[in-house]
């Protein structure tokens, strides 16, 4: 079942105060590909309508999600010596308080994304949500073949690193499966 | 020997660049039919009735649109404002070509716009699609295709519609977001851009001109003059950032529009009209042709003629919201979203609108909620170093930006003074949830 707006904000809010908990820098591109990964790897019903980009999958409508909770207090940003981070805001005790089920039913699943995306570079979130968006959509192909529709999409990276976002993302669903 | 030699280059006077130049190319695309409709397309729909002087139409906005375009390009593709770090130019020939369907992109970006703009197209399209699916479809029209086709070089209509709409809708609807590469993403960025794009640009500087509203005025010519094609240091990609002398002039435009939407753009009985207008369209027209040769047919003039007379007949449909429009019986603002309400409930304004409705009727009460329309942009800055860092590192204004969202509920004029009455007894009931509402 699709979430509410509400229980969208919860999950994205989560995610925001789990990175920052770990010290970890969370900006736009962290929260476009954790939630990309939320949603395709981790089943987390958050429905965001995402497009594969030159940059990686990236979704419009939760760009303005995001907007929105900022606009709401949900979150905050934070500017530090280059860009910036999300907070959490002040009305994230409200969600708490109203989306506690929520939060509990996909804590895991928000503690592994942050557990394995927290702290990468931009070039290193992109090449990985890539790499998921493929798998997702022709997981039967082999880690050369994906890596080849990475390389089609993103002639900025090379056949190496390309394979090795696909062996990740392979990994990643082993670890999951088990 | 003909006694006069033909123009090369025109010029249109305007009220905001003074002239807009324009080739024999461009007054082939600017007389076509798609084009002249726009002379009868509201920029800004209804606002006349707020704000009378804003009675300009979407057809000088898209002349200034090109102006603008055509500059920015120039600016950012000279080979002086060249970044060594930044290889994507291409040679000075194709560099020409872009330079036409970039202007080309502008000047049709609004062609798929319905009567009154943005008023109803929600409601009045199909399946989710915006006014940019109608410009597309206008664009790939045998009528259209003849008139690029007979350009000399003679440009993509699919790439001048990729380039006029952006990445999402076109990859929504029409090809794959991936079809841009990181040249076309720049191209569409100076016409559709958050930060930069000429649309807002020009719309900001006409319609404060027209409104009367000085809010929209920023120092346009030194923002266009320090724009640059950078590297950002965060996100690793080339994208229009400026150099450092032009962040003003930047932080100028971003607080302009913020004001803009909340003097202007979101103004409470502009509001009010646009919800009427909206229900007027929807209840006499039902569903909007989406076929070219419908979407050509279809202006403000007919839409107006078609309300005079439904306000004029209580059988007609849409006879009621016409009624409101043109005997200002528009609804009122009773109640608007604020940081204190907010605090207390984040869908305060869903809350009193449910509350009114039980107690009130549904007929008697309207609600818009309106989300950020500005995202936290960030952009490369070129320092007098020659390091590149980013707005938000180098601007408060930018740093500390939050994105602002309005709503309002409004009601019946003849109800106004029961539902204060009412709502000031019940409100702190409403908002704390000790009143059960189906939301």
Same mark, same amino acid.
């Given at each position: 079942m699709t979430m509410t707006d509400l229980q969208r904000s919860a999950i994205v809010a989560t995610l925001v105060k789990e990175c920052r908990a770990r010290d970890a820098f969370c900006g736009e591109t962290l929260v476009q590909k954790a939630v990309f990964v939320l949603q395709e790897l981790l089943n987390v019903p958050l429905a965001f309508d995402f497009q594969l980009y030159i940059y990686g999958p990236f979704s419009f409508e939760l760009q303005r999600h995001v907007s929105s909770m900022m606009a709401d207090d949900m979150i905050a940003s934070r500017p530090l010596e280059y860009g910036s981070t999300f907070e959490p805001g002040e009305q994230v005790a409200y969600l708490e308080k109203h989306t506690a089920e929520t939060i509990a039913a996909h804590r895991a699943a928000v503690e592994f994304v942050v557990q394995h995306l927290a702290g990468r570079g931009v070039k290193q979130l992109e090449r990985v949500a890539t790499a998921l968006y493929f798998t997702v959509a022709s997981a039967d192909l082999s880690v050369d073949e994906r890596a080849a529709q990475i390389c089609e999409v993103k002639p900025h990276i090379t056949s190496e690193e390309a394979r090795k976002a696909v062996e990740e993302v392979d990994r990643w669903r082993k670890e999951l499966a088990a | 020997m003909p006694d006069v030699v033909a123009k090369h280059q025109h010029e249109i006077r305007d009220p905001i660049h003074n002239f807009v130049r324009v080739t024999a190319d461009e007054v082939a695309a600017i007389n076509s039919r798609p084009f002249q409709r726009l002379r009868n397309i509201h920029q800004l729909a209804l606002t006349y009735l707020v704000y009378p002087g804003s009675c300009h139409r979407r057809f000088e906005h898209s002349l200034g649109v090109m102006e603008l375009a055509g500059r920015v390009f120039d600016v950012i593709t000279h080979e002086r404002n060249r970044h060594p770090d930044v290889d994507l130019f291409p040679d000075s020939e194709t560099l020409t070509a872009w330079r036409k369907v970039v202007r080309l992109a502008a000047l049709f970006h609004d062609l798929g716009h319905l009567p009154f703009s943005h008023a109803a197209e929600e409601q009045l399209l199909p399946d989710g699609k915006h006014h940019e699916w109608l410009t597309v479809e206008v664009l790939r029209s045998d009528e259209m295709r003849q008139i690029l086709k007979d350009m000399m070089p003679s440009p993509d209509p699919d790439l001048v519609a990729k380039i006029a709409i952006g990445p999402e809708k076109w990859g929504k609807w029409f090809g794959k977001a991936t079809d841009f590469r990181e040249w076309?993403?720049?191209?569409?960025? %100076?016409?559709? !851009?958050?930060?930069? @794009?000429?649309?807002? %640009?020009?719309?900001?500087?006409?319609?404060?001109?027209?409104? !009367?509203?000085?809010? @929209?005025?920023?120092?346009?010519?030194?923002l266009i003059d320090t724009l640059r094609i950078l590297r950002h240091p965060v996100l690793e990609r080339p994208m229009i950032g400026i150099e450092k002398g032009g962040i003003h002039a930047a932080e100028a435009l971003q607080l302009a529009r913020q004001f803009m939407f909340l003097q202007l753009y979101y103004h409470h009985v502009r509001i009010a009209y646009d919800i009427h207008l909206s229900e007027f369209m929807v209840q006499w027209l039902k569903r909007y042709p989406t076929d070219v040769e419908g979407h050509l047919r279809m202006t403000d003039n007919e839409v107006l003629s078609a309300m005079a007379t439904a306000a004029m007949d209580k059988a007609a449909p849409g006879h009621e919201p016409a009624r409101r429009i043109m005997q200002r019986g528009h609804f009122r603002r009773i109640y608007e979203r604020n940081a204190l309400d907010q605090r207390i409930h984040p869908n305060a304004v869903g809350r009193v609108a449910a509350a009114l409705k039980v107690h009130f009727g549904q007929s008697a009460v309207r609600e818009r909620m309106i989300p950020p329309k500005q995202q936290n942009i960030d952009f490369p800055i070129l320092l007098d170093t020659g390091d590149i860092s980013t707005s938000r590192s180098e601007s408060t204004i930018y740093a500390d930006f939050k994105p602002a969202a309005v709503g309002f509920v409004l009601v019946d004029p003849e109800k106004r003074k029961d539902v204060r009455a009412w709502l000031t007894t019940n409100k702190q009931t409403i908002l704390s949830e000790q009143m059960e509402l189906d939301l």
């Amino acid at each position: 079942m699709t979430m509410t707006d509400l229980q969208r904000s919860a999950i994205v809010a989560t995610l925001v105060k789990e990175c920052r908990a770990r010290d970890a820098f969370c900006g736009e591109t962290l929260v476009q590909k954790a939630v990309f990964v939320l949603q395709e790897l981790l089943n987390v019903p958050l429905a965001f309508d995402f497009q594969l980009y030159i940059y990686g999958p990236f979704s419009f409508e939760l760009q303005r999600h995001v907007s929105s909770m900022m606009a709401d207090d949900m979150i905050a940003s934070r500017p530090l010596e280059y860009g910036s981070t999300f907070e959490p805001g002040e009305q994230v005790a409200y969600l708490e308080k109203h989306t506690a089920e929520t939060i509990a039913a996909h804590r895991a699943a928000v503690e592994f994304v942050v557990q394995h995306l927290a702290g990468r570079g931009v070039k290193q979130l992109e090449r990985v949500a890539t790499a998921l968006y493929f798998t997702v959509a022709s997981a039967d192909l082999s880690v050369d073949e994906r890596a080849a529709q990475i390389c089609e999409v993103k002639p900025h990276i090379t056949s190496e690193e390309a394979r090795k976002a696909v062996e990740e993302v392979d990994r990643w669903r082993k670890e999951l499966a088990a | 020997m003909p006694d006069v030699v033909a123009k090369h280059q025109h010029e249109i006077r305007d009220p905001i660049h003074n002239f807009v130049r324009v080739t024999a190319d461009e007054v082939a695309a600017i007389n076509s039919r798609p084009f002249q409709r726009l002379r009868n397309i509201h920029q800004l729909a209804l606002t006349y009735l707020v704000y009378p002087g804003s009675c300009h139409r979407r057809f000088e906005h898209s002349l200034g649109v090109m102006e603008l375009a055509g500059r920015v390009f120039d600016v950012i593709t000279h080979e002086r404002n060249r970044h060594p770090d930044v290889d994507l130019f291409p040679d000075s020939e194709t560099l020409t070509a872009w330079r036409k369907v970039v202007r080309l992109a502008a000047l049709f970006h609004d062609l798929g716009h319905l009567p009154f703009s943005h008023a109803a197209e929600e409601q009045l399209l199909p399946d989710g699609k915006h006014h940019e699916w109608l410009t597309v479809e206008v664009l790939r029209s045998d009528e259209m295709r003849q008139i690029l086709k007979d350009m000399m070089p003679s440009p993509d209509p699919d790439l001048v519609a990729k380039i006029a709409i952006g990445p999402e809708k076109w990859g929504k609807w029409f090809g794959k977001a991936t079809d841009f590469r990181e040249w076309d993403l720049l191209m569409t960025d %100076i016409v559709t !851009g958050d930060a930069f @794009g000429v649309d807002r %640009i020009d719309y900001l500087l006409r319609d404060s001109h027209h409104a !009367g509203v000085a809010y @929209g005025r920023f120092d346009h010519y030194r923002l266009i003059d320090t724009l640059r094609i950078l590297r950002h240091p965060v996100l690793e990609r080339p994208m229009i950032g400026i150099e450092k002398g032009g962040i003003h002039a930047a932080e100028a435009l971003q607080l302009a529009r913020q004001f803009m939407f909340l003097q202007l753009y979101y103004h409470h009985v502009r509001i009010a009209y646009d919800i009427h207008l909206s229900e007027f369209m929807v209840q006499w027209l039902k569903r909007y042709p989406t076929d070219v040769e419908g979407h050509l047919r279809m202006t403000d003039n007919e839409v107006l003629s078609a309300m005079a007379t439904a306000a004029m007949d209580k059988a007609a449909p849409g006879h009621e919201p016409a009624r409101r429009i043109m005997q200002r019986g528009h609804f009122r603002r009773i109640y608007e979203r604020n940081a204190l309400d907010q605090r207390i409930h984040p869908n305060a304004v869903g809350r009193v609108a449910a509350a009114l409705k039980v107690h009130f009727g549904q007929s008697a009460v309207r609600e818009r909620m309106i989300p950020p329309k500005q995202q936290n942009i960030d952009f490369p800055i070129l320092l007098d170093t020659g390091d590149i860092s980013t707005s938000r590192s180098e601007s408060t204004i930018y740093a500390d930006f939050k994105p602002a969202a309005v709503g309002f509920v409004l009601v019946d004029p003849e109800k106004r003074k029961d539902v204060r009455a009412w709502l000031t007894t019940n409100k702190q009931t409403i908002l704390s949830e000790q009143m059960e509402l189906d939301l």
